[in-house]
C-alpha cells in the first residue's frame, strides 16, 4: 500500500458526460501528479500541483482541469468525455516541488466512456 | 527531450528462471533519475528503484538486481529464480529536466512467469 488513495476505483459513464476523480496524497506529501494510462498512448503526465499551485503541465486536454485543495487532496475534472478518453487514471504524490524525487501511486481509477 | 525505450514487449519464462528486462534511455541533461515500477493484473504501480545519474554501482534487493551503464544508457532489470507473483508489467522511467519533475515512462514490458 502506497499510502495514496484514489476514488472511485471503476467508472462507467456516456459520451459527453463529466466526471470528477479524486486523489489523497501520502501523508506529509505536498506534490500530487497525475497520470493517464491508455492502450493506444501508453503513462502520459498530466498534470502536477504542488501545495496547491499548479507546478507543472503535460498533454493535458483542455477538456480537463484539476485543482489541490488547502487540506492537499486533488481533483481531476474531466468533461466533455469521449470514447477515447477510456483509461487508467493514476495519481502519484511526492514530497517535493524540485528535483527529482520518487513518486508513489495510487490504486488508479478505471474510467470507461460508452 | 527524452525518451525511453523498453523493446521487449512480452516475455515469458518458466518459473525459477533468470530474466532480464532491458531499458533503454535518451537524455540531453546530464544529472537525471530513473526508475522502475511494476504494474501486477490488479493495476497499481508499484515503485521498485530509484537510481541517480552519479551512482553507476549496481544494486541488489533480494531476487533482483539492477545493472546501470551510462555508456550505453541502459538501466537493465533482473529477476533471478523467478515465481509467479513476479508476472506483472514493468515500466522503466526516467526524470530530468530539473523545474518540470515528470515521469517519461517506456512502454512497458509484460512478464509472464510459467509456473
Known amino acids: 500500500d502506497s499510502g495514496v488513495t484514489q476514488t472511485p476505483k471503476h467508472l462507467i459513464t456516456a459520451t459527453g458526460q463529466r466526471v470528477t476523480l479524486r486523489c489523497s496524497p501520502r501523508?506529509?506529501?505536498?506534490?500530487v501528479y497525475w497520470y493517464q494510462q491508455s492502450l493506444d498512448q501508453g503513462l502520459q503526465f498530466l498534470i502536477q500541483y504542488y501545495n496547491g499551485e499548479e507546478r507543472a503541465k503535460g498533454n493535458i486536454l483542455e477538456r480537463f482541469s484539476a485543482q489541490q485543495f488547502p487540506d492537499l487532496h486533488s481533483e481531476l475534472n474531466l468533461s466533455s468525455l469521449e470514447l477515447g478518453d477510456s483509461a487508467l487514471y493514476f495519481c502519484?504524490?511526492?514530497?517535493?516541488?524540485?528535483?527529482?524525487?520518487?513518486?508513489?501511486f495510487g490504486p488508479g481509477t478505471r474510467l470507461l466512456v460508452l | 527531450a527524452q525518451k525511453v525505450t523498453q523493446a521487449q514487449t512480452e516475455i515469458s519464462v518458466v518459473e525459477k528462471e533468470d530474466v532480464t528486462l532491458d531499458c533503454v534511455y535518451e537524455?540531453?541533461?546530464?544529472?537525471?533519475?530513473l526508475f522502475w515500477y511494476k504494474q501486477p493484473p490488479s493495476g497499481e504501480l508499484v515503485f521498485l528503484i530509484r537510481?541517480?545519474?552519479?551512482?553507476?554501482q549496481n544494486e541488489i534487493s533480494g531476487r533482483y538486481s539492477w545493472n546501470f551503464q551510462k555508456s550505453t544508457s541502459s538501466f537493465n532489470f533482473t529477476i533471478t529464480a523467478s515465481q509467479v507473483v513476479d508476472s506483472a508489467v514493468y515500466f522503466c522511467?526516467?526524470?530530468?529536466?530539473?523545474?518540470?519533475?515528470?515521469?517519461?515512462f517506456g512502454t512497458g514490458t509484460r512478464l509472464t512467469i510459467i509456473p
Open positions: 522511467a526516467l526524470v530530468s529536466n530539473f523545474g518540470n519533475e515528470k515521469l517519461t
Open positions: 537524455t540531453r541533461d546530464t544529472t537525471y533519475y
Open positions: 501523508s506529509g506529501d505536498l506534490s
Open positions: 502519484a504524490s511526492g514530497r517535493l516541488a524540485g528535483g527529482p524525487e520518487t513518486q508513489y
Open positions: 537510481r541517480n545519474s552519479f551512482d553507476e
